[in-house]
């Protein structure tokens, strides 16, 4: 069975500081990987995907993540963080995305900036 | 491209009555829909999924004769929570996929907060 494991609950770093947000899964076969960002009361926006290639993706607001198969791991990063970039961020793993592929969604981390 | 809107935002109800939450494609042909609940601090469990034109597949432990979902269109799907109970109140979000560039990725609605008094 698949699953995703987002180790911390609740991080909290300063305006400008680096950040890195952990995501472990568990998946039997090639994993394909997101990763969303929730604000309070929204949906979930998406900030980045792996499919495959490259195993460091780029993605919207500054943010990357990169994929690490020897570790199972998915971990989101950002350089220097602005204080819109609180919010619950969650990690994702599923099949390949041609069909009714269903996400598994890990637990979530809350990301709060501290001026 | 890729919007979902969902309608309500927001919605509250009496215990014993139905509620229908929209879920609309906005810019893409959504071939299929899915529906989440997200209870406070916690992650997204989905409830079913629907393909435009074929009866919904729920999710083990997901009551199908309470949580109606129709996907008549390729641009709209419907949640309807019948005899709602407080029990049921939580976030509810849809995200739509679609055909070429649109089926690689979910697109999420803003979601529906449903409190039943």
């Known amino acids: 069975a698949q699953s995703v494991t987002q180790p911390d609950i609740h991080i909290t770093v300063s305006e400008g500081a680096s950040l890195e947000l952990r995501c472990n899964y568990s998946y039997g076969a090639t994993p394909y990987l997101f990763w969303y960002v929730q604000s309070p009361g929204q949906g979930l926006q998406l900030l980045l995907k792996?499919?495959?290639?490259?195993?460091l993706v780029q993605g919207i607001k500054g943010f990357e993540a990169e994929f690490k198969r020897s570790q199972s791991s998915f971990n989101l990063r950002k350089p220097s963080v602005h204080w819109s970039d609180a919010a619950e961020y969650f990690c994702?793993?599923?099949?390949?995305?041609?069909?009714?592929?269903?996400?598994?969604f890990g637990t979530g981390t809350r990301l709060t900036i501290i001026p | 491209g890729a919007v979902v809107s969902q309608h309500p935002s927001r919605v509250i109800c009496k215990s014993g009555t139905s509620v229908k939450i929209e879920c609309r494609s906005l810019?893409?042909?959504?071939?299929?829909m899915f529906w989440y609940r997200q209870f406070p601090k916690q992650s997204l469990m989905l409830m079913a999924t629907s393909n435009e034109g074929s009866k919904a597949t729920y999710e083990q432990g997901v009551e199908k004769d309470k949580f109606l979902i129709n996907h008549a269109s390729l641009t709209l799907s419907t949640l309807t929570v019948t005899s709602a109970h407080p029990e049921d109140s939580s976030f509810y979000i849809c995200s739509a996929k679609g055909l070429f560039q649109y089926q690689e990725t979910q697109y999420f609605g803003p979601g529906t907060r449903l409190l039943v008094l």
């Open positions: 810019d893409f042909q959504a071939t299929t």
């Open positions: 994702a793993v599923g099949p390949p995305p041609f069909g009714n592929e269903k996400l598994t």
């Open positions: 792996y499919f495959s290639g490259d195993t």
